[in-house]
């Protein structure tokens, strides 16, 4: 997951360098839309093909399928001579993406003992703040190089051949037990599962529910009334955490800031110090989310996330915001506003999405579950990165925070209507 955040996170200081003249021209803003969402619509494709990948290959050969894609993508971006290339590179690096976060945290809560499972599976996406702040680091060091986005778009890579060589080289990424003891591997499973300190665990109950029930058929999911709430409750957490508007906070920070009066290695400056203070709020969610609860998380971040963007929407109304500070103050409103909302992000909408979609579906249906969850949260992450630039080109800034602001509202009380309580769930049902 750290190569996710590499390569979601290049583009938004690749973008603000890339848009003052390179060899790939001058960008209009439907191409600079296209660059964006590129990755994204290969998330889409990637979460299609994740159940043909997992479940026949196992999670191992999965996670290579994703270093080998990373590791193309990031090749064919930094080499580009015409901005059709980075966004075939962009696309690739998406199918990559769209595996590795549909099937990573399964294969962490597969892992994992019950009463720790959230501890652990929180520390997936907490990889993708650090790789997002690695991005960023490095596109503030390269922002005043010779083509330096072409080493903004290359550092994907190098998470991607590590853990490549950590999966050919040694056995520290052990096949999931779980997927072994459903592929009739019961002996590996239970060494697998006496590695990680849990031989209580009864391999021969998870191969039996599974030789007689799993399907990776999308129909199988519409079933039964369990299933289908569990799709519901899966897919819209995982569409609101991209409705709210979090990607383009991530991927036009820098832009966002510029626009703002702020020069270019400042706002990258300032976005890599959100994302340093992001990686603690995603690191204290890892240590809590079981003692605190999923449902107690996801409320409270979800609320702090729309008094952020209410502030970000008073950031950009002079009308106003000029009755109590100066107009001076007011980028550094917006500063505040986007390190709220992104903490508040990181400890709600940003992990619990993927804990609650590994948990929440039965072990029959769980592998193709995830996907279709997932799908949904690409398909939005998509539409919101593509449209933004021209929305805010019709709206202009303000209309388009308010939109995010009462996206955000709407999903707290979403949230609060359907999300269960999986703290220390089975999977094995």
């Known amino acids: 997951m750290l190569s996710v955040g590499c390569a979601c996170g290049a583009i938004a200081g690749a973008l603000v360098y890339i848009e003052s003249g390179t060899v790939l021209g001058t960008l209009s803003t439907t191409m600079k839309g296209t660059v964006v969402a590129a990755l994204p619509l290969g998330a889409l494709f990637g979460c299609a093909v994740t159940p043909g990948v997992n479940e026949p290959f196992g999670r191992r050969f999965a996670l290579a399928v994703c270093d080998v894609g990373f590791i193309i993508s990031a090749i064919l971006m930094a080499s580009a001579t015409a901005v059709q290339q980075v966004v075939v590179g962009r696309f690739l690096a998406g199918l990559a993406v769209g595996i590795a976060t549909s099937m990573c945290t399964m294969y962490i809560s597969e892992m994992a003992p019950a009463k720790t499972r959230g501890k652990h599976s929180g520390l997936a996406p907490l990889s993708v703040t650090i790789g997002l702040l690695c991005s960023f680091v490095l596109s503030l060091v390269a922002v005043n190089v010779p083509d330096g986005w072409r080493w903004m778009f290359a550092i994907a890579a190098a998470p991607a051949l590590t853990q490549l060589g950590i999966i050919l080289g040694t056995d520290a990424l052990p096949e999931s037990p779980r997927w072994l003891a459903e592929n009739c591997r019961v002996g590996e499973a239970k060494a697998v599962f006496n590695r990680l300190g849990q031989p209580e665990v009864d391999v021969h109950i998870i191969a039996l529910n599974a030789t007689s029930n799993t399907s990776n058929k999308i129909m199988s999911l519409l079933k039964d009334a369990k299933t289908r709430h569990a799709l519901g409750v899966a897919s819209l957490m995982n569409f609101f955490q991209q409705a709210c508007g ?114 929440v579906f039965p072990q029959k249906v769980r592998n193709v579950g995830v996907s279709v969850a997932t799908s949904v949260q690409w398909i939005m992450n998509a539409l919101v990165t593509f449209s933004f630039l021209r929305i805010r080109e019709l709206w202009n800034a303000q209309g388009v925070w308010m939109l995010y602001f009462a996206v955000s509202v709407l999903s707290l009380a979403v949230v609060h209507k359907v999300l269960p309580e999986t703290t220390g769930a089975s999977l094995d049902g």
């Open 246 to 359: 979090i990607n383009v906070v991530i991927y036009y920070a820098p832009k966002i800031l510029s626009d703002l009066g702020f020069d270019r290695s400042h706002a990258i400056a300032l976005t890599a110090c959100v994302s340093v203070i992001q990686i603690f709020a995603g690191t204290w969610l890892s240590r809590s989310v079981d003692a605190v609860g999923r449902r107690p998380m996801a409320l409270g971040g979800t609320a702090t996330m729309c008094f952020a963007l209410a502030l970000l929407t008073l950031s950009v109304t002079p009308s106003v915001y000029s009755h109590f500070m100066s107009a001076a103050a007011a980028p550094w409103l917006a500063v505040g506003a986007i390190l709220l909302f992104r903490i508040a992000f990181s400890v709600s909408l940003g992990p619990l999405p993927y804990i609650v979609t590994s948990e």
